[in-house]
């Protein structure tokens, strides 16, 4: 059950949800949580995985005593291990990327929050949909990465998809029963413009990493606060809706909106626009998705008309932040291309926060990547991370040539 395919009272589970929370540390990990403790009643947290953060895994596991909490890599999960039996705790730690696909398809578990960031989210996240849980989908790169690949196992395995990421879940929500056959002439994805909308080009010359993970209206991570500030992130989530809701690249637009008042509208044919409005904080979408079609309290700040001054929108400035067109262009090429753009911009950001790049370079090194690597269609996920792992390393070798 795709997004533009909304489930009824009866595709949700019944009684008490068991979930698995991928990506439990993060910043989605965190605020889902956070909902969830509202809210003991009707989830119960049955798994929790994350990176190598397993000081924060274990005071995570003693909040929470899941059954199963799995780290990405052995040390980590050695340690944590090591940690819960001195404390008595009876959760079972594992490891390994095999150990984060076998708790997210778990026949015990009814609900897999995607919450990992980056393509490394890519096969626990499939493993989940594969095995037709109701995935509450966060980890964008998913379908940026394999596209028609997921979606395609979606219908396959009889899977509920949700999206997570306040734009899409804003369109979830706009869009008719029907879906976006039913009238719909566009859907408009919001930006917040990122900490550097104001800059000019030669002042994003000089950006730092500190500037560039302070974003002005949402908590995030520092990949994902970096991605908003190159407006990369409105990329891969061009993207994604282009994917969740199975409409060409024509119909999706995306404009400025500084506010992140409107989280995204849906534009019909009769000329009515619908928009989804709120204060700036991830727990809404996170709670719509735990409990559609029903409600649950949040914990959001309710949002205050009175104290608006006003909404104003722009259309994105491409010269000053190219990485947005670098999407548009990836997703226009078709094949792989999109798989190889996340790549690149994975190993830009990630040289860019310590330090081996300029901001300026990320959007270089993507494009440089896009212009030499291969993309072709793949037919299955172990051919699309091989043309993953080639333009990493494609990108890593433009990145020590530009430097810093």
Sequence with gaps: MTPSEKPSISAVATGRQRLTLLGATGSIGQQTLDVLVRHPERYEVFAVTAGTQWQAMARLCETVQPRYAAMADATSATSLRNHLAGLGSQVEVLSGPEALAELAAHPDVDTVVAGIVGAAGVRPTLAAVEAGKRVLLANKEALVVTGSLFMDAVKRYGATLLPLDSE?????????????????????????????????????????????????????????????????????????????????????????????????????????????????????????????PERVESGAQRLDFSTLIGLNFELPDLERFPCLGLARDAMAAGGTATAVLN???????????????????????????????DAPACCDVDAVMEIDRQARQLACHWIKERGC
């Design 168 to 292: 899409h879940n804003a369109i979830f929500q706009c869009l008719p029963t029907e879906g976006v056959n039913a009238g719909v002439e566009r859907l408009l994805l919001t930006a917040s413009g990122g900490p550097f909308r104001e800059f000019s080009a030669e002042q994003l010359k000089a950006v730092t990493p500190e500037q560039a993970i302070k974003h002005p209206n949402w908590d995030m991570g520092p990949k994902i606060s970096v991605d908003s500030a190159t407006l990369m992130n409105k990329g891969l989530e061009f993207i994604e809706a282009c994917w969740l809701f199975d409409v060409p690249p024509a119909m999706v637009d995306v404009v400025v909106h500084p506010q992140s008042v409107i989280h995204s509208m849906v534009a019909y044919r009769d000329g009515s626009v619908l928009a989804q409005m709120g204060t700036p904080d991830m727990r809404t979408p996170i709670a719509c998705g735990l409990s559609w």
């Design 343 to 373: 790549a690149a911009n994975e190993e830009a950001v990630a040289a860019f926060l310590d330090g081996r790049l300029d901001f300026m370079g990320i959007a270089d090194v993507v494009a440089r990547t896009l212009d030499k690597q």
